[in-house]
C-alpha cells in the first residue's frame, strides 16, 4: 500500500486527530463497521452500503471498482457533490 491512497494509523489519537482536520475542510466521513465482515461478500455489501450504491450494485470485485470508480468521479451516490472529497474509517 505505499505511495496509495490508503493510509494505516497506528495510533486512533492521530486517525481522530486527521479525520477531524478532514471534517473542517470539507470532506465527507463515511463510517464503515468492519468488525463483523469475515468474507469478501460481507466487505462488498458493507462498502455497498455505506457508499450506498445503487440497487445494480452486482457485489463483486469488478462490480465495486465500477461503482468505487463512480464515487471517486462524484456520481450520483457515494459522496456529496460539494464535499471537497471522501475520507472512509473504521
Known amino acids: 500500500m505505499q505511495n496509495t491512497f490508503v493510509t ?4 486512533r489519537s492521530l486517525l481522530e ?4 482536520w ?10 464503515l ?12 455489501r458493507g462498502i455497498g452500503a455505506a457508499l450506498d450504491f445503487p440497487d445494480f450494485y452486482g457485489r ?4 465495486f471498482n ?4 463512480d464515487v471517486a468521479c462524484y456520481a450520483a451516490y457515494g ?4 464535499a ?6 473504521p
Request: glycine share 8%.
Open 8 to 11: 494505516l494509523f497506528w495510533r
Open 17 to 20: 486527530e486527521s479525520t477531524t
Open 22 to 31: 478532514l471534517d473542517e475542510h470539507g470532506y465527507q466521513i463515511t463510517s
Open 33 to 44: 463497521d468492519a468488525a463483523a465482515w469475515s468474507s469478501e461478500g460481507e466487505l462488498l
Open 60 to 63: 463483486s470485485l469488478d462490480a
Open 66 to 69: 465500477d461503482c468505487f470508480g
Open 79 to 82: 459522496i456529496a457533490p460539494e
Open 84 to 89: 471537497t472529497g471522501l475520507r472512509a474509517v
